[in-house]
């Protein structure tokens, strides 16, 4: 009689287990079918612990998801792109989810371009934070002049933004469903603008005792600047610095940029903001003929939501409010002692006046260098019409560099300076365009020679290189005041020393 083996050790235990012989050959396959079934399962359990302890940092489990890596082999990439995070952010937080009752659910719906949409999602996570709610990923903009398609998963790494701040606020992919039904219609509004903690909390919390959806159509500066307790600052900040981290193929594009840029030397970016929709929005026509003038105002009364329609261009640009223009860029530089043979990156969209707009700038520097230029069409083909995505590789490239230089202070400008001073103050010059018209027009119509306007544009830039400075603040006025993302001082120094490093807090 013919005995099966089996693990049990008896020996007789295992004559009287073996099955009869017409019942052998059917039980063999049966044997193997329920092995080769238990170890999927094992490894399959494997697997899943291994990935949860990879998330949450556990020792055991991450040896052994490490040691699975490496048995895993991956063909490289024909060009591979190697993420450096240069915020120095980990790859995976481990913080413990706070603990708090929900007062409701907050959605809301950025508005602008992709750093007006950064800041507001900062100012957003801490509104949340403040009320006690669930924060909805937030809503990027699709129907503005840029028209981008693009969702949040798409620009910033979604995971990150959530693990990374549970241990403050809630945030969640999607509503409920029983909040998503026809039937169900949340409170939709505007919050007001440059709101501080007392608003919020006795303006808009009471609403969700009434309504457990709140959706924010609009975000931009939705936030005072000043007023608000240090830990809410601290956040804005934590959010900006740490939490809103680009997507790994955007990281890595970005960082491909730097890394083609430093192969030849120090290199300054350039946010040239000579592109149609500013010189629209802003009225600003300097150096523009009649007929591209004419397609400007065109362009503003397109846009119901550009409120200035009739606007003094000459006006506008002796009060420091207009991008300086490509020639007078070129004057600038080579004022403030910039070296024609230097690397200079134009971080910016379509210039107004393509390639000849760009000649007198070119002309100076040579070296001038744009992303379409040192990236193959290839590279760039998934970027292409999505703006946001590529404001982000000129962002990338701009916190990278050896110098800043903006010509208007926009949304990136300011974004870009506040992210350098948290990495160390790295220079950034900032234009007094004020000032500089002004001496542009003197020297350009013989009144000054260029010794003496050099001298001048020296001067009036001495302490404006993005060194530690206190943020001016402005008593009911915060439009005129300094953003707190472009001076976010309450994050750039330790306890007790910011008097030393700041010195006395200016305002008016």
């Known amino acids: 009689m013919e005995v099966v083996r089996s693990d049990v050790p008896s020996s007789k235990a295992a004559v009287a287990a073996s ?40 020792p055991f489990f991450g040896h052994t998801s490490n040691r699975i890596s490496r048995a895993i082999v991956v063909e490289p990439d024909p060009l591979p792109l190697v993420v450096e995070d240069h915020r120095d952010t980990p790859a995976l937080p481990s913080l413990p989810a706070r ?26 996570v801490t509104v949340a934070r403040l009320l006690n709610l669930t924060l909805v990923v937030p809503e990027l903009d699709k129907t503005s002049f840029w028209a981008d398609p693009s969702d949040f998963e798409d620009i910033f790494d979604v995971g990150y933004f959530i693990a990374s701040l549970r241990d403050e606020v ?36 009471p609403l969700f ?43 890595s594009l970005g960082n491909r940029l730097v890394r083609l840029l430093r192969a030849k030397g120090p290199f300054i970016a350039l946010h040239l903001r000579y592109e149609m ?49 490509p020639e007078e860029t070129a004057l600038i530089l080579l004022a403030l002692g910039v070296d024609k043979d230097t690397q200079i990156y134009i971080a910016s969209g379509e210039i107004y006046g393509s390639e000849e707009r760009l ?24 970027f292409q019409n999505h703006t946001s ?18 010509t208007y202070d926009g949304n990136m400008a300011k974004l870009v300076e506040g992210h350098r001073r948290y990495l160390g103050f790295k220079k950034t010059i900032l234009l007094d365009r004020r000032r500089l018209v002004k001496l542009l027009d003197l020297h350009q119509n013989g009144t000054i020679p260029w010794n003496a306007f050099q001298v001048a544009v020296h001067q009036a830039h001495e302490k404006k290189m993005g060194e530690p400075a206190s943020r001016r603040v402005v008593k009911d006025k915060p439009k005129e005041e300094d953003y707190f993302y472009a001076n976010p001082q309450e994050c750039l120094c330790k306890k007790n020393r910011c008097d030393n490093l700041l010195g006395s807090n200016s305002s008016f």
């Open 277 to 325: 929709d500013m010189l629209a929005f802003s009225g600003c026509t300097h150096g523009c003929s009649v007929d591209e003038a004419e397609e400007l105002k065109k362009m503003r009364y397109a846009f119901p939501w550009w409120r200035e329609k009739e606007i003094v261009s000459e006006e506008r640009r002796s009060q420091g409010l207009c991008p300086l223009t």
């Open 359 to 382: 000649a007198a700038l070119r002309a100076a520097f040579p070296k001038i260098v744009k992303k379409e230029v040192l990236l193959n069409q290839g590279e760039l083909k998934s």
């Open 209 to 251: 005792s009434k309504h457990k959806v709140l959706h924010f159509n609009k975000t931009d500066a939705r936030l005072a600047n000043n007023g608000l307790s240090l830990g809410l600052q601290k956040l804005r900040c934590r959010v900006n610095f740490q939490a809103l981290r680009f997507t790994p193929e955007i990281e």
């Open 389 to 406: 995505q590529m404001a982000a590789l000129d962002f990338i490239v701009s916190v990278a560099s050896d110098t800043f230089i903006p």
């Open 19 to 58: 099955p009869p012989p017409s019942l052998a050959p059917r039980t063999r396959p049966r044997l193997l079918f329920v092995w080769v079934c238990s170890g999927i399962l094992l490894w399959t359990c494997l697997v899943q612990l291994a990935a949860v302890g990879e998330l949450w940092r556990l």
């Open 99 to 124: 603990n708090y009752t929900s007062n409701g659910f907050l959605e809301i719906s950025c508005n602008g371009g992709l750093n007006q949409m950064r800041a507001a999602i900062c100012d957003m």
């Open 170 to 205: 809630r945030i969640i992919k999607r509503l409920p469903k029983r909040y998503t039904g026809k039937y169900y219609e949340p409170l939709r509004m505007p919050p007001v603008s440059w709101s501080n903690e007392k608003y919020y909390l006795e303006q808009i919390l």
